[in-house]
């Protein structure tokens, strides 16, 4: 079992590192403004081709390979969402290894526990699908399961939990919608309090990513001082 200070610093650790994505990318694209016959020429080029035109998202870059930065900060975002989601997990797998009465209920086939040597494998069984079963929920619900396996006050996270949600919801329509806002990311919106957007396609710029960033690290951050406090 990990500290869960060592849990914070790995996850948080690949979410800066994330960061600097878009970085490389836009030393590529200065290096081309500057010379056409750069390397990196044809690898914009070719992926400008295929991006979508919404990508274009600068207010005074206006150039087709531009469109690279706008679709890595959306990469980005995804991976960013996965490793808060993945700590949130290393978060409740660590406390239900501690207390794994916390979890109630877990039902095994007989063949499984025909296979499984110990009660200790058993319980480690059940801890790792219980964790993972909390990020099928909605976002509300897995909060609150969340909070309660930890024992903590449903304030906690209650002031940054709406920009995790809409950077949450930003992700899922990047992965399963090509960015176009939907009904569905609506709805989630409106579970959080959160005005829908006008605009029918949504992206990702560094300082709608910067913002998402330190929220999450605030989130990760509160998690962290709040098992330290009451676990260790």
Not at 95 to 115: A, C, D, I, N, Y
Not at 211 to 229: A, D, Q, T, Y
Request: negative net charge.
């Amino acid at each position: 079992m990990q500290s869960f200070d060592s849990l914070f610093q790995v996850r948080a650790g690949r979410i800066l590192a994330l960061s600097r994505i878009s970085q490389i990318a836009i030393e590529g694209l200065s290096q081309l403004s500057k010379d056409s016959g750069s390397k990196f020429q044809p690898l914009f080029s070719f992926m400008a081709e295929h991006i979508p035109a919404h990508h274009q998202n600068h207010p005074t870059i206006d150039i087709p390979e531009y469109k690279v930065i706008g679709f890595l900060d959306g990469l980005t975002l995804i991976a960013t969402i996965s490793e808060v989601e993945a700590y949130f997990q290393d978060v409740v797998v660590d406390v239900l290894r501690l207390h794994p009465k916390k979890m109630g209920k877990s039902t095994f086939e007989l063949q499984e526990l025909l296979e499984m040597g110990t009660l200790q494998e058993a319980i480690e069984l059940a801890i790792q699908r219980h964790a993972s079963g909390l990020m099928f929920k909605k976002p509300n619900d897995y909060k609150k399961d969340l909070l309660s396996i930890i024992s903590a006050d449903g304030n906690l996270l209650e002031d940054a939990w709406p920009g995790f949600v809409e950077a949450k919801a930003r992700r899922d329509l990047g992965v399963h919608n090509g960015w176009l806002v939907n009904d569905i990311y609506r709805a989630k919106l409106r579970d959080v309090n959160l005005p829908p957007p006008s605009v029918e396609a949504l992206t990702v710029d560094h300082s709608y990513l910067y913002g998402v960033r330190e929220n999450c690290i605030k989130i990760m951050k509160r998690l962290k001082n709040h098992c330290e406090s009451t676990f260790a």
